[in-house]
């Protein structure tokens, strides 16, 4: 599985952004897909993961203002991030869980990841 992420960019606080990824190669619609972040000199973290039955998870500090979706015709994932804060500057990943079980909150839980896109809020 392979998984290309894109969308990032330098906004103002306040502003929005999407992010997409794509996926690639042997994919399933029971992967569950996620999006980590990781800041300079922090570890990467959870953001949100959905399920194939269209169940979410979020990290309660986007709780609100990010919405993941995904589309699995088209294999497809998306984060629209509204109201970014300069805290959310960090490198945004998308991942895959190949297995069935509950949305993990961890790095270990997925096993496919892409390259990483850069958001930058500024203040």
């Known amino acids: 599985v392979q998984l290309q992420a894109s969308g990032g960019g330098l906004v103002q606080a306040g502003a929005s952004l999407r992010l997409s990824c794509a996926a690639s190669g042997r994919t399933y619609d029971w992967y569950t897909m996620g999006w980590f972040r990781q800041a300079p000199g922090k570890e990467r973290e959870f953001v949100a993961a959905i399920k194939w039955s269209a169940t979410t998870h979020y990290a309660d500090s986007v709780k609100g203002r990010f919405t993941i979706s995904r589309d699995n015709a088209k294999n497809t994932l998306t984060l629209q991030m509204n109201n970014l804060k300069p805290e959310n500057t960090a490198v945004y990943y998308c991942?895959?869980?190949?297995?069935?079980?509950?949305?993990?909150?961890?790095?270990?839980?997925?096993?496919?990841w892409g390259q990483g896109t850069l958001v930058t809020v500024s203040s």
């Open positions: 991942a895959a869980d190949s297995s069935r079980a509950p949305i993990g909150v961890g790095t270990r839980t997925y096993n496919y």
